[in-house]
């Protein structure tokens, strides 16, 4: 069973966008990559984490833009502060 719900396929329309799932044992961590790959790639980042019930960590969707590499003058990076998961 899938841990999140299907992306749309206007996500992945084209060569260089992507749909990013990463799991992970605490917010920090997983908004920490989030982080990583705003630095570098335009990011459509996600506000939440979710924690599925009966499974282990929690979990964390966001979209990426490899045509569009970003310096690092231009980052405006999201949050670093954990969000409130959902139980």
Do not use: I, K, N
């Amino acid at each position: 069973m899938p841990y999140l719900d299907p992306f749309l396929e206007r996500h992945v329309s084209e060569p260089g966008l992507l749909v990013v799932d990463v799991a992970a044992a605490d917010d920090a961590t997983v908004l920490a990559f989030q982080q990583l790959l705003a630095e570098r790639w335009a990011t459509a980042t996600a506000e939440q984490t979710t924690r599925d019930a009966g499974q282990p960590g929690l979990r964390l969707r966001c979209y990426l833009d490899l045509r569009q590499q970003l310096t690092a003058a231009a980052v405006v990076g999201p949050s670093m502060e954990p969000t409130t998961a959902r139980p």
